[in-house]
């Protein structure tokens, strides 16, 4: 028969062995907390990028960009000296360009607003047009005009009264005469379908344009 004594000394023995290699095993219960998750931050390229191309811009210009950028939204092309919207009906193209140009007519300002449509002068109203107004531009072989401005108000109202030229209702001087009135009227803060938007539809000649109705008309 086997000794009582040496017998529980290995049962003790066999549970304190048993008891320490459950402690050393046996995961913690309690999981260690997460590593934080690190922040994801998604940047749209274009907004950086325009962003990034008109801080060194003069502030009249920043300040068009901006507005621009919020009417059409961010641009096709953003380099460090223009911005460029291609398609935004009406125009064919907008550009809004760090450097402007100095410009006496209807008033002297900066012209840095570029704005195209699609637009086929007839050949013997060309002139005409461009001696109404030197910041218009016809282009023959790609069917467009193009007006510079500080403002869209200013480009769209060149634009119809050079479709007034072209359908031959007005001519260079009666043409500068409206453009003069009419901007004195904006400046003035009387809206006038000829700030407030192109009165005809571009497309491959001389439209009739709407019937010009000035607020207050019955």
């Known amino acids: 028969m086997k000794n009582p004594m040496r017998w529980m000394a290995f049962v003790i023995v066999l549970a304190a062995s ?27 390229t274009k907004t950086t990028t325009t962003t990034s191309s008109v801080e060194s811009w003069p ?15 961010q641009p096709d092309v953003a380099t460090d000296q223009t911005l460029t919207w291609n398609d935004k009906d009406p125009w064919t193209r907008v550009t809004v360009r760090r450097t402007g140009v100095k410009d006496t007519f209807p008033v002297n300002h900066v012209s840095y607003i570029d704005q195209t449509i699609s637009y086929a002068v007839p050949n013997d109203r060309t002139n005409e047009i461009e001696n109404f107004d030197p910041s218009l531009s016809v282009d023959k072989d790609a069917q467009t005009i193009t007006s510079r401005s500080d403002s869209e108000a200013g480009n769209i109202l060149a634009l119809n009264l050079a479709n007034e030229i072209a359908r031959g209702k007005l001519d260079a001087n009666q043409a500068r005469d409206m453009m003069r009135k009419k901007w004195d009227e904006h400046m003035a803060g009387k809206s006038s379908p000829y700030t407030d938007h192109l009165m005809f539809s571009p497309g491959k000649g001389p439209v009739e344009e709407e019937e010009p109705v000035e607020p207050g008309t019955p």
């Open 59 to 73: 502030e009249t210009q920043r300040t068009a960009a901006g507005a621009l950028t919020e009417k059409y939204g």
């Open 18 to 44: 048993s008891a320490a290699f459950g402690q050393t095993s046996d995961p913690d219960t309690t999981a260690p907390p997460a590593p934080a998750q690190s922040e994801t931050t998604v940047t749209n």
